[in-house]
């Protein structure tokens, strides 16, 4: 999942370096391809705490699905104990990769509108991917089995897939 963010990342400074300056100050992506430390560098450097028993925390203390705040220094919070209740199988893996494109926006400085934002373009974007097949052209890219798909974020799909299909985890609709 992490790779899938990280090419999406790669695009979208590509087409943010092709604006031109007005262009890039009114950009919602103008806080992350910016500075002298942009999304990209975030994403190298940062994991996710993956909260599979209970709710991520926001500064106030509030349960949340992801949060910038998490008990590991260097790392933001994922919860899939809260994600999988409002997820479907066929939206889940494009959920996750645009809530943690939002979460590593907040590390730029973006706001909660920002991020939002952020997240929907990414949200667009990654509802046109076939996950499965970008996990299978890594894997063969690699010639290793886990490229893609190890780690805690293929702990946390996995959880969230079997949350979903578990009865006591019911789905909230809007």
């Not at 996990?135 to 089995?145: A, E, I």
Request: proline content about 4%.
């Amino acid at each position: 999942m992490g790779r899938i963010v990280l090419a999406w990342a790669y695009e979208q400074e590509r087409e943010f370096n092709g604006l031109s300056d007005s262009e890039k100050l009114t950009s919602p992506f103008a806080k992350l391809f910016s500075g002298s430390k942009n999304f990209i560098d975030v994403i190298k450097e940062t994991g996710f705490e993956i909260r599979f028993n209970g709710p991520c925390l926001d500064a106030k203390g509030t349960p949340v699905e992801g949060s910038i705040y998490s008990s590991k220094k260097g790392f933001l919070c994922l919860s899939p104990f809260l994600m999988a209740p409002k997820l479907t199988e066929q939206d889940f893996e494009a959920e996750t990769a645009a809530l943690m494109v939002h979460e590593l926006s907040h590390v730029l400085g973006a706001d909660e509108e920002e991020a939002n934002e952020i997240q929907k373009f990414a949200l667009w974007d990654f509802h046109k991917i076939d996950f499965l097949d970008v996990y299978v052209d890594l894997r063969m890219l690699s010639g290793s089995n886990g490229i893609g798909l190890g780690g805690p974020i293929k702990e946390a799909l996995m959880m969230i897939r079997i949350m979903y299909n578990t009865p006591q985890f019911e789905r909230q609709s809007d």
